[in-house]
Every structure is written in C-alpha cells, then in structure tokens.
C-alpha cells in the first residue's frame, strides 16, 4: 500500500516558487524525522531538507535560505516551500519519513514528483 503520498511538483519559470506536500499514511504511526530527497537525471540522489517532530530542521547548503521545511503532526504531514527556483532545482523529489533521528536510510519513501524549472 502507498505510505508516502507527494503533491504539488509541476512547472515553474526561474525565481518563482512551489509547495510540495507529503503525507504519511495510517500505516506509518507517528514519524519522527521527515523530509525531502531530490535526484536530477545523471546525478545521485541528495538530502534536501529535514524536519524532526520537535521542529528542528537540517538543509542543503544549495537551497538553504530559499527552501522552507514545515511539518504538521497531527496530520503525519511534511510541506517543502520552495522560492527563487532555479534551473537546477530541476529534478524529481522524493518525501522519505523514518521513526527514528534521521531519514539517511529513512524506511518510507514516496513515489516521487517532478519539479521542473524553466530558465
């Protein structure tokens, strides 16, 4: 069954913004670290940005600023706000969420959606 369910990639010209959405099914009760991964066609998958129940958060240093990661708890919900898009925050995003401290080897992901940014 899906447990990671993504919203809100599309298309968007240079400088303007997007909201992802990511939330956790029933069947993940509760998780603590979640977050974002994004992988561009040709280069490895890479942490975006991540958020632990207690709000603390951790970004990439290239979306650092323009990026905002929130989270909703009693809705098992991760928001990515993205703002001054670039070029190269094209890719496909993934929501990955874990019950423990970190989503470095997080045991739920989504299926991913794509952000693409025009120039």
């Known amino acids: 069954q899906v447990q990671l369910v993504e919203s809100g990639g599309g298309l968007v010209q240079a400088g303007g913004s997007l909201r992802l959405s990511c939330a956790a099914s029933?069947?993940?009760?509760?998780?603590?670290?979640m977050g974002w991964y994004r992988q561009a066609p040709g280069k490895q998958r890479e942490l975006v940005a991540a958020?632990?129940?207690?709000?603390?958060?951790n970004y990439a240093d290239s979306v650092k600023g323009r990026f905002t990661i929130s989270r909703d708890n009693a809705k098992s919900t991760v928001y990515l706000q993205m703002s001054s898009l670039k070029p190269e925050d094209t890719a496909i995003y993934y929501c990955?969420?874990?019950?423990?401290?970190?989503?470095?080897?997080?045991?739920?992901w989504g299926q991913g959606t794509q952000v693409t940014v025009s120039s």
């Open positions: 990955a969420a874990d019950h423990g401290s970190s989503i470095f080897n997080a045991n739920y």
């Open positions: 029933r069947y993940i009760f509760r998780p603590n670290a």
């Open positions: 958020i632990n129940r207690g709000g603390d958060t």
